[in-house]
């Protein structure tokens, strides 16, 4: 028998080490079977991804890969986290939004997991003056609040002061925030007579007598929500922070003080490592400012499940989206996460939904464990890679902004927000072109589903920065559908006409049928042209079957009444054969104009 050395790596022992170079040889053979003659680095940048802000993944990292050393959590740069411990004694501080004034939903919340609150306040969400309603039968020596008022922030801070008091907490034992973002409310409504003066009074009031609340918050959503990407995102953060620190040193307090009255908001989405990435970098900016500030500190962080990537078909897709996305949260070291319930973008979320939506953290942390390690992510090649460049895009961002003025100054050029456009400009159309797909929208619709109907929400402010959704330019097309649904008894349909057997045609017989199912056009693919109800045709086969036959079978759609013939592949030149769907086309242009033809308004 022979006995194996033990040094540790005695199953590697007989492998040779391999080298990058024999790698990229690898990728030159499987590019070169596709039609790509590439060799060396280019192999390598064939298979890589661009991202948005100038970023692109890489399909290998190494550990020649570097970047700056993450440090150790609770010291800076705080890229590991703010605090030493992580979330490790007990997971994340799990916050739910409310913006009803529902008492039996909070306390419901919070008898099965929640352990903060988050209340939308004001003429957008709860009356302040039902507080006490809302708040009745929570320890509020317990349960965390924070506010979200906007213009009425001071009379809704006031007003759960004067709960804590009458209540008998111990300021002391007051934790949470009151809310105040006078430049995100001037984001969220274009409203730029915002005064300072209340907010640096709540921040003087709060640093001196309660050591547990803050007084501002530094949300990142209206950016995120008006088609940002990251890095715009990290970069308003943080200009927004700057001029909050300016106002409440020049109110009186320290810059130890000022920077301890913030918490940040960021949005986390369902592109996890961006997300874990964006978290970390956030922290080591924050670091930054503050170090050049005189104070380095540690960033607060409250991250929200992004309610752009929230569909409004098929919203039962959105519980794996706000899982994938509280994920990555909590392994980017977040302290507070929000889930958004399934059906946010439909209304008030019904108990079913708020039930879902706490749970989501709850086993996260409770059974997959996921608090229990700090930083999970770092040291991975990739991650610590794409912190550091993020990094660099947010800085780069906040620079420009110091530049225009500040954060104040940007939005009320209208400079940010054009800015922000372009971004989402360039987004709309992989959006459109579904090289960004969204699932149960514009890939695998179901135009039998049921449209899920909720109570109607508050409505949001408004009147600044827009609010974008991954899935408007298809629920537009959707919407044309149902309309012409109820108006007529049936869908839009087109035939799709399957040329040869079946292993010819099923792959773009099945793609074809995805893609106009999209717009809300039903596809028709028993019996003949002539009977199913439809007036445009899309044929689909294999290139060799469409040489041979696809002019002959075009023209005889066209003779017996096809209005308009599509073929399933690539442009050829193909008589009566009016366009050409494939993957990569524009599928939104493609489907209004096939509405428009049908005569669906």
Same mark, same amino acid.
Request: glycine share 10%; aromatic share 6%.
């Given at each position: 028998?022979?006995?194996?050395?033990?040094?540790?790596?005695?199953?590697?022992?007989?492998?040779?080490?391999?080298?990058?170079?024999?790698?990229?040889?690898?990728?030159?053979?499987?590019?070169?079977?596709?039609?790509?003659?590439?060799?060396?680095?280019?192999?390598?940048?064939?298979?890589?991804?661009?991202?948005? #802000?100038?970023?692109?993944?890489?399909?290998?990292?190494?550990?020649?890969?570097? +970047?700056?050393?993450?440090?150790?959590?609770?010291?800076?740069?705080?890229?590991?986290?703010?605090?030493?411990?992580?979330? =490790?004694?007990?997971?994340?501080?799990?916050?739910?939004?409310?913006?009803?004034?529902?008492? +039996?939903?909070?306390?419901?919340?919070?008898?099965?997991?929640?352990?903060?609150?988050?209340?939308?306040?004001?003429?957008?969400?709860?009356?302040?003056?039902?507080?006490?309603?809302?708040?009745?039968?929570?320890?509020?020596? &317990? /349960?965390?609040?924070?506010?979200?008022?906007?213009? !009425?922030?001071?009379?809704?801070?006031?007003?759960?002061?004067?709960?804590?008091?009458?209540?008998?907490?111990?300021?002391?034992?007051?934790?949470?925030?009151?809310?105040?973002?006078?430049?995100?409310?001037?984001?969220?409504?274009?409203?730029?007579?915002?005064?300072?003066?209340?907010?640096?009074?709540?921040?003087?009031?709060?640093?001196?007598?309660?050591?547990?609340?803050?007084?501002?918050?530094?949300?990142? &959503?209206?950016?995120?929500?008006?088609?940002?990407?990251?890095?715009?995102?990290?970069?308003?953060?943080?200009?927004?922070?700057?001029?909050?620190?300016?106002?409440? =040193?020049?109110?009186?307090?320290?810059?130890?003080? /000022?920077?301890?009255?913030?918490?940040?908001?960021?949005?986390?989405?369902?592109?996890?490592?961006?997300?874990?990435?964006?978290?970390? /970098?956030?922290?080591?900016?924050?670091?930054?400012?503050?170090?050049?500030?005189?104070?380095?500190?540690?960033?607060?962080?409250?991250?929200?499940?992004?309610?752009?990537?929230?569909?409004?078909?098929?919203?039962?897709?959105?519980?794996?989206?706000?899982?994938?996305?509280?994920?990555?949260?909590?392994?980017?070291?977040?302290?507070? *996460?929000?889930?958004?319930?399934?059906?946010?973008?439909?209304?008030?979320? #019904?108990?079913?939904?708020?039930?879902? @939506?706490?749970?989501?953290?709850?086993?996260?942390? !409770?059974?997959?464990?996921?608090?229990?390690?700090?930083?999970?992510?770092?040291?991975?090649?990739?991650?610590?890679?794409?912190?550091?460049?993020?990094?660099?895009?947010?800085?780069?961002?906040?620079?420009?902004?110091?530049?225009?003025?500040?954060?104040?100054?940007?939005?009320?050029?209208?400079?940010?927000?054009?800015?922000?456009?372009?971004?989402? $400009?360039?987004?709309?159309?992989?959006? +459109?072109?579904?090289?960004?797909?969204? =699932?149960?929208?514009? $890939?695998?619709?179901?135009?039998?589903?049921?449209?899920?109907?909720? @109570?109607?929400?508050?409505?949001?402010?408004?009147?600044?920065?827009?609010?974008?959704?991954?899935?408007?330019?298809?629920?537009? &097309?959707?919407?044309?559908?149902?309309?012409?649904?109820?108006?007529?008894?049936?869908?839009?349909?087109?035939?799709?006409?399957?040329?040869?057997?079946?292993?010819?045609?099923?792959?773009?017989?099945?793609?074809?049928?995805?893609?106009?199912?999209?717009?809300?056009?039903?596809?028709?693919?028993?019996?003949?042209?002539?009977?199913?109800? +439809?007036?445009?045709?899309?044929?689909?086969?294999?290139?060799?079957?469409?040489?041979?036959?696809?002019?002959?079978?075009?023209?005889?759609?066209?003779?017996?009444?096809?209005?308009?013939?599509?073929?399933?592949?690539?442009?050829?030149?193909?008589?009566? *054969? #009016?366009?050409?769907?494939?993957?990569?086309?524009?599928?939104?242009?493609?489907?209004?104009?096939?509405?428009?033809?049908?005569?669906?308004?």
């Amino acid at each position: 028998m022979t006995v194996l050395p033990d040094d540790g790596l005695s199953l590697a022992a007989e492998f040779p080490d391999a080298t990058h170079e024999q790698w990229q040889r690898l990728v030159e053979g499987v590019l070169r079977k596709s039609g790509k003659e590439v060799s060396g680095a280019a192999a390598e940048d064939a298979l890589s991804t661009t991202l948005e #802000d100038g970023l692109r993944a890489r399909p290998l990292y190494t550990a020649d890969d570097s +970047a700056p050393d993450p440090g150790l959590p609770g010291f800076a740069p705080f890229v590991r986290g703010g605090r030493p411990e992580g979330n =490790t004694l007990g997971g994340w501080d799990v916050r739910q939004q409310h913006t009803a004034a529902d008492g +039996a939903a909070v306390l419901a919340d919070l008898e099965n997991g929640v352990t903060s609150l988050w209340l939308v306040a004001g003429a957008d969400g709860i009356p302040v003056s039902s507080f006490d309603r809302v708040l009745d039968g929570v320890y509020l020596d &317990l /349960a965390p609040v924070v506010l979200d008022a906007g213009r !009425e922030v001071e009379p809704a801070a006031r007003e759960l002061l004067r709960l804590y008091q009458e209540r008998g907490v111990a300021k002391e034992a007051a934790r949470g925030n009151l809310g105040a973002d006078p430049l995100g409310h001037e984001a969220r409504t274009g409203d730029s007579g915002f005064d300072f003066a209340p907010v640096a009074a709540l921040a003087g009031l709060c640093a001196e007598e309660y050591p547990g609340l803050r007084a501002l918050t530094v949300d990142a &959503l209206p950016y995120h929500e008006a088609g940002g990407s990251a890095a715009q995102e990290l970069g308003s953060s943080l200009a927004t922070g700057v001029a909050y620190l300016r106002e409440l =040193t020049e109110a009186g307090l320290t810059v130890q003080q /000022a920077a301890a009255q913030l918490e940040f908001r960021y949005a986390a989405t369902a592109d996890q490592f961006l997300t874990i990435a964006k978290l970390r /970098a956030a922290r080591r900016l924050w670091a930054r400012v503050t170090e050049v500030c005189g104070a380095p500190a540690g960033q607060v962080q409250h991250a929200v499940t992004s309610p752009v990537m929230m569909s409004r078909r098929d919203p039962w897709v959105n519980m794996l989206r706000t899982t994938v996305a509280t994920l990555a949260a909590g392994v980017g070291g977040a302290d507070a *996460v929000t889930v958004l319930p399934f059906d946010h973008a439909l209304g008030l979320p #019904d108990a079913f939904a708020r039930r879902i @939506a706490r749970n989501t953290s709850t086993i996260l942390v !409770e059974e997959s464990h996921l608090s229990r390690v700090i930083d999970p992510a770092g040291g991975s090649w990739y991650v610590e890679r794409l912190t550091d460049e993020l990094a660099h895009a947010g800085w780069e961002f906040f620079q420009w902004i110091e530049r225009e003025g500040g954060q104040a100054a940007a939005l009320r050029s209208g400079r940010l927000g054009q800015d922000l456009a372009h971004t989402w $400009e360039a987004r709309s159309a992989k959006l +459109a072109k579904r090289r960004e797909p969204v =699932t149960g929208v514009s $890939e695998f619709p179901n135009l039998a589903e049921r449209l899920v109907e909720r @109570a109607p929400a508050p409505v949001p402010p408004s009147g600044g920065l827009p609010r974008v959704r991954r899935d408007e330019a298809f629920e537009a &097309l959707r919407a044309r559908s149902d309309a012409h649904l109820a108006a007529t008894g049936s869908r839009p349909r087109i035939f799709l006409a399957a040329l040869g057997p079946a292993a010819a045609h099923t792959a773009r017989l099945t793609f074809a049928s995805n893609l106009f199912q999209a717009g809300g056009i039903e596809p028709v693919t028993e019996g003949a042209f002539e009977d199913s109800g +439809a007036t445009e045709v899309c044929l689909c086969s294999s290139d060799t079957l469409y040489e041979e036959r696809a002019a002959e079978v075009a023209g005889e759609l066209k003779a017996t009444g096809a209005g308009h013939v599509f073929l399933a592949g690539r442009p050829g030149q193909y008589p009566d *054969v #009016d366009a050409y769907v494939f993957a990569g086309c524009d599928a939104v242009a493609v489907l209004s104009a096939t509405l428009d033809r049908m005569g669906v308004s």
